[in-house]
Every structure is written in C-alpha cells, then in structure tokens.
C-alpha cells in the first residue's frame, strides 16, 4: 500500500513540477507574477475537453492544439503586461488577479459550473504482488511531465538562447547591459511558459474535474514550488513537486481528501516567511 | 545639559556582521567625543554604510555592541535611536517622492526627538531648516522634481528637523560640482558651531580634508586606519587600497604595524 | 497640515452628505433603488477598511478570511445562544481582529508581492477548518435560521432593521460614514503622516522618528476589526452562512477592486468607487449577463491599473484642477 502511495505521490509530484514550470519560467525571465496561471491551465483543459467531447479529437492530438493556443494567449498576456507600471511585480499580480477574475467568470459564462471530466481509455498494469497499479494516464503524466522538464532544461544549459535566458534570470540589468534583448526574452519566456500551460491544461483535466473556481489551487501549488525550488531553478522544480505531492499524499491518507488544500496553502505561508527572498532577486547582497 | 566636550558620543565596540557567509564588518572599533567630526573613508564595499546601518538600527549585527553617550542602542529599532538623537541622511537619497519638501522635512518635525506636543506648528520650523539648505524657493514642489544636489539637501534638513545630537551624512558631496561641494563644507561647518557631533562619509574625499578632526578608513570591513587627516591620507595602506591594489602583499608585510588606534 | 482652500470640497461633502441622508425621505425612488444604494455604503464601508491597510503601502488579497471569521463567530453566537445581534456583530468583528493579530505576528516581515501572496493562501486556514469542523461549525452544510437584524424603538416609531430596505439604507450609510470617518483620520492627523510616511519610504521614515511596526499594526487590526464587522452583520442579512459563501475570493477581490478604481490614496476613494461600480454592476451588467456579471470587476481592475494607476478620483480631481 505505501508503494502505491508512493508511485500516486511520485505521478501527482511530477505533475505537479509540471504546473509549475510554466510559472517559474515566466517568473524568472520577466518578474511578471502571472495569478492567471491556474486560470489559463483551467482554459487548456477546458478547450480539450470541448476538443475531445464535441469534435471526437483524439486526446493526443489535443495536446498540441492547446500547446499552440496557450502559446498565443501567454505571448498576448505578455504585450498587456508590457504597459504595467513600477513596482512590476506587485502590479503584475494585481492585474493578474483581475485577469483570473475574468476568465473564472469567462469559463462560468461558457461552461458553467458544472464540473467535467476528460475520459480517458481506462488502461493500467498492475503488479499484484507489489499491490501496485499503474493506470495509463498515470504514465502519460510521468511521462510528459519528466519529458517537458528534461526539454526546458537541456534549452536552458545547452542552448545559445537559454544562456542569454539564464543570464536575464540572474539579472536582468546586468543582461540588458551586456547586450541581451532582454524584452525578446520576456516574449520568449512567455511563448515557452504557454507551452507548457497548454500541455498541462489537458492533463488537469483527466486528472482532476474542471471547473471554473479550480484555478487558484494549481495557480497556489505553482507559487509554492517556484519559491520552494528558487527562481527560475529547473531541477529544483522537480524536487519541490515531489516534495509537495507527497506531503499532499500523506495528508489524504492520515487526515483525509477535505484538508488536502490546506496543505499547499500553509506551505506556502511557511517558504514565505522562511524564505521571503525566495521570489527577489537571486543575489546574495546585504539588505538595506 | 550640554555634554562636556571631551565626552564620548558615541562608540562601538568589535561590530562585526556578515551576510549569507560574506562578513561585511569585522571586529570595528570608534570613538566619537562630542562636537567631533569624523570622516569615515575607503573604497566602494568597505562597508561604510553598512556601518551607518547598523549604528542606526537598520541592522541587527552579529557580535558588538554600540553605545550612544553611555546607552546601549544596539539592536534597538531606528525610531527609537532616532528619538535618543541620532539621525541620518542616506547615500541614494530617500526622500518622500510624492510629498514636499515643506511634507518632508514635517514628517522630521513631527516624529523627531521633540516630535508630539503641538506639532501642527511646526510650519514655520520646517521653512526655516528648509531656507537654512537654500531650498525654500522649491518647498511646495513634489520631492521627486528636485535635482540630485537639492536632494541631498533636503535629507539634511529633514534629518536635522529630528533634533538629532549626532548626524551621520553619508556621501552628501559625491557627484556634485565644485561649488556645490563648497556649499556642502559650509554647511557642515555651520552644523558643527551648532553644537552637533558628525560623523560623515566621504568616498570621494571632496569634503574630509577640510573639516574633519579626524579620518578612520576602512576597507574591506575592515578599519585600516585612524588619525588626522594628513596621517591618514598619507598612510600607504589606504593608498593603496583606493588604487586597488593587491592587497595580499600588504597585508603580511605592514597591517599588524599601522593600526595605531585599534581597539 | 498647510491648510489650501476650504471651500469647494467641503461644499462638495456637504451636498453629498444631505442628498443622500435625505432622498429615501422624500418617497422618489423604488425599493431597490434603497437596496442597491444600500448595499453600495455596505460594500464601501469593506473598501474603507481594507484600504485603511493598503494605505500602509500593501496590497492584501485575503480580507476575506476577516469577513469570513466575522460572520462565523456572529452566526455561532447566534445558532447556539441566540445572542442579541448587537453582541454577535461586535464579537464577530473581534474574532476577525484576533485573526489580524495572528496576521501581525506571522507576517511581520512581509512587504509587496509575498506579502499579497501569503494573505491570498491565508483565507484557506479557517475557510478549511471551518469546512471541516463539523462538531462545531456544522461544516460544509451551513448554517441556517439565523435571526435578523433587531428592530428599534424609536420615538414611537418601530422599525425593523431586518426587514425595511429603508431602515437598512441608513444603517448601512451609518455604517460607512463611521469607517470613512476612522480613515479619513489615516489622512488628516499626525498618524495620518506615520501611514504616508511608511507607505512612501519605509527606511526613511524609521529613520526619522515613525514607529513603523506599532503604525502598521494599528492599521491592520483597525482594517480587519472593520472588516469583520461587515462580515458579522451579513449572517444576520441572508439568514445563513456557509464556508465559499463568506470566504470566497469576491469577497477578498471586491474591495480591492473598489478602492483601486476609486482612487487609494484618496480619503474618499473607495467611496466613490462603491457608489459608482457597485450600482452599475448591480443595475446594468447584472441584466446583461446574469452569469459571470463579475468579470467587470476584474476588467477593471485591469484597466484602471494600465490607464489610471491613481484610480478614477484622482484623474478627476486633476481634470478639475485644469479645468
């Protein structure tokens, strides 16, 4: 029974980076402080349920589909932040927050309040002497969550762009200076957070039933792990989903389903207060 | 209740703070005796105004203890030390952006050392520190319409509406015209016959030579040095530290000798 | 404080003060026009009260958890000893200022955007518990049957607060001309210049004397105890009270949005953003579109952050300057 524990805790885990990713990408690049997050993850699983439900799209080729329209959305949320004024972090978040009001309401208006589910086929392995079962979705989502997180990494170590990305994540002053076009860089961050938005949106939505108010938990897990793992740090991400999946997963089993939001809001409270540099600046000055 | 003159205002006893494993102050020692001014001089990160943090209260140090006429203020929060008489001015000038100078050189008055009783007539006061830095003539304007030199001058009046005994100026000459640095010697001359203590840095050493008692550089966080002016800047350490050199060299050969004064 | 001319804001106040004490009088004007105007002073005495905080210089995205608390401890009150509704209101509001205390202490160090963020997860604590605690707070079901707001005697005359839109419009206008009168004393006092002055530069202003810690403090126990007052009447008002009704985030999100549209660093912004936002959204887009009529809230947010950062009274009071 643990190992099954574990295995759900390792799949909800690296979903869970997955979500994250996005963000801390955004975060990172830009200091945009995107509350919309969960919201725009909410629309790709919603847009592959209306693709799956009423148009017969096969679930894998969803996937791309809300790739590509998140990828469009994020670069368009990205021009709208451009105009916000200093300080950028606390005014991105604001008007974020006005922007996930919007599209909570969009998605009520269109949707309603009932919840949905993306049917999937039902396929699993099992091993019956481990008492382990793996069902197919489950592997979808190690699978792609792992895929997506190897990707963006190897962008970011091995390629000439993730150099000039990596060098606006440590400072963005310092980067503009040294002859980055920093700004190209926040569309970029933007258009590769919204892939990754879109990947994760359908993927919510097999795991989890959608509906329009869901957002600000998978907008709340994202904060948490991007301070947990520290800005912009890739493998970090990964760790801090395994960490909160299980942590998620151990409060189900010994308090019960009703207290697991609980769990990623006190988390929260507690890296902030412990690490409330977590979402400044990656720099090791004195304070002034 | 005048202090005698040849009381100690303020002191400082092994200071030292450190930050993410970087030690930014180690083991510094001071003493100021009343209506003193002493320069505090060395190149960027020696830790000058981190040393004004922490006599002010805007950071807790490690090990050390600092003492204002007797009273032990370390730690303490800066209201509070600014109330015992203490005040400041700041490097990058840090005035109210969006109030007056007049709005701003009031916050002074009303929360200063005198700060409570009757405090909506303090109008008349705040112009009068305001003409004393030449800047009545622009005391209705939003603060951040002034030009860098009348900033300056408006963190002097301001600190000084909180009846402070001791003045830290941090670099209130850097970066201004000759003139301006003469207006600069002028006024802290003139503080100085109002009885108050100063303490001042002076990375540029525009103003340090020509009113300082005394010159305690500092490097690294470390204090180098201490004496008159002339000792001081002619003292090889110091020299050598503006110009950068490697300091490795130095260090082995001469630093055990040439700290006189420390404590 | 250098007093500029008296006259024309005064006037201004003045006017306001007797059109609206004095128009349910004279018999113009429906019911729900007495509601929604209502409501309107309701809503803008919450969007005093949080801004009372904000004008410290942070922005909270949790106030709910204040509002939520002050109405679970007044229907508590009420479910299990029938309490006077006076008694349930005030010890609701106190339930709500022992959660600002909480909030003092925990988050002491918080500025910007971790402190709107831990604010934001805060509002899950007790909406959890609460949903939880079935033994004590009948958990997710709710709870129903909660008495209404007394009647008064008065003169002879009998009213029921409860019942009369008329009676409610002038308790809740009593209601925020109170809260209006605690921040407008944010302005024009010496603890008014403490808050400006943290808000602005808050090294700068420790420097210079200003209790930082004790200001911010008094500003946030005053916001959430005003807070949760609201929160502890609005049992008394539907007749019951359930977890994502008092701790939703519309309630956190509404006087943001109204203090922000009205203007934060005015004395009267947040009126005026109530009693603009409130009866248009209530008269005109609630018609329009039924569902999700508040999404205008965070249209406006938006655009008023992109296109009036000082929010809409403070554009006005400059095109009055130039005018």
Redesign the interface.
Known sequence: MWLQLALNAFTLGSFYALIALGFSLIFGITRAFNLAHGEMVLLGGYLAYVLGTYWQVPFFWTLPACMLTLLLLAVLLQALLQHVREPFELNSLVVTFGLALVLQNGMLVLFSANHRLIRNAEAAWSLPSLHLTLTQLQAWLIALSLLATFLVSILLRKTFLGKALRATIQDREAARLAGIPVERMSVIAFAVGGILIGLAGPLYGSTAYLHPWGGMEATLIAVVITIFAGVGRIRGVLLGGWALGLAESLAVVFLGTSWRELVSALVLIILLILRPEGLLRVS????? | MAPNKAQVCLELRHIEIG????P?LKDIGLRVEEQEIVSIIGPNGAGK??LF?VI????HPDRGTVLFRGEDITRR???HI??RGI??T?QIA??????TP?ENV???L????R??PG??SH?DEAMELLAMVQLEHKAQLPARELTLSELRRLEVA??L??RPDLLLLDEIAAGLSPQAVKQAVDLVKGLRSRGLTLLIIDHFLNLTAKVSDRLVALDQGEKIMEGTPVEVLQCPDVISAYLGESRQKVVKDDKIESHPESN | ??KKTVNPPVLLGTAFLLFFSLWPLTGVGTDLHCRVLGFAFYYGALALAWNLLALTGVISLGHAAFFGLGAYGSALLDHYWKLSPCITILAGGGLGTVYGILWHLVFKKLRGAPFALATLASVEVPKILIDNWDGLTLGSRGITGISDLPSLQWAGLSVLLGRDPRALYYLFFALMLTVGWVHRRAFRS?WG??I??IR??E???????????RTRFQALLLSAFFTALCGAIYPHLLGLVEPPLVFSLHLSALPLVLSIFGGRHQPYGPILGALVLYPLDQLLFHSLLPVGHDAVYGLVVILTLLFFPQGIGAWLQTRLRSA
């Open positions: 090791y000055g004195p304070v002034r | 930050f993410g494993g970087v930014l105004t981190t943090n002010c209260g805007h950071l929060p800066p209201h600014c109330h005040g400041r700041f840090r005035p109210f952006p969006e109030m007049w009031m916050v002074g009303s929360f200063g050392k700060g409570r405090w909506a109008g301001r600190a509406a909180t | 404080m250098m010496r210049w403490a400006r002055s602005e530069d090294t700068a202003a420790a420097s210079l004397g200003v209790n930082v810690v």
